[in-house]
């Protein structure tokens, strides 16, 4: 009896330290450990191709596959790569992916392939993609590296659709303009022009405003987080129950 309830604590266990490794990888992915505002990785491509939201979420979208692809395929093979040779194999690991999404995306999504042109192709070099291989899909079991790609692709995505949106506004006062390069005829209706522009804000349109709206969504974050350290240690502290000591 006493070895079945010992099974039974032990599974609890388990279960329990695996759901808090899932919470910790999601408040990782999205916020405190994200590939673009706190790694600052793969800059270049993010402050390239956010013109419109559109692009941002097509690199998006091909960035999340490459990094769950990627970070599953090493998992399964991660016994039986050596580690003088690991990081090359990575890359062979990364590229294979990479040339997947980019053959899906000449067949199905050809316009907004030539749009991201040569920064489909450099998803191999995005620092982010090997950086999770390396320091956690190289050392965890499979379906924990499926669900690190994911969040960490959800909040790499995340940056890009948000500047893509502040410098598509500033610059052409629309959103989704040319989503049907990415969903189809049907997603031209997604459309919204929120007002006219005779001519675009070249400050917006051009790197150098995509320089300026990263400082600032990273100011955003660091300023919720200090607010949350401040409210954290505003919080009473709970007293400690004082023991009754009696002679007998």
Known sequence: MSDVISDEEQNELANSSESSEYQELTRNGLWSNNPALVQLLGLCPLLAVTGTVTNALGLGLATLLVLVGSNVTVSLVRIWIPSEIRIPVFVMVIATFVTLVELFMHAF?????????????????????????????????????????????????????????????????????????????????????????????????????????????IAGKNWIDHKQALKAQQQPTPKAERARVTSQ
């Open 109 to 217: 999504t050809y316009g907004l392939f030539m749009a991201l042109g040569i920064f489909i192709p450099l998803i191999v070099t995005n620092c982010a993609i090997i950086g999770r291989a390396e320091a956690y899909a190289s050392k965890n079991p499979w379906h924990l590296s499926a669900f690190d790609g994911l969040v960490m692709g959800l909040g790499f995505a995340a940056v890009l659709v948000t500047l893509g949106a502040m410098r598509e506004i500033l610059g052409q006062g629309t959103l989704f303009d040319g989503a049907e390069l990415l969903l189809g005829q049907w997603a031209s209706v997604l459309r919204i022009e929120l007002f006219a522009v005779d001519y675009p804000l070249l400050l917006a349109v051009l790197p150098p405003g995509a320089f300026i709206g990263m400082g600032f969504i």
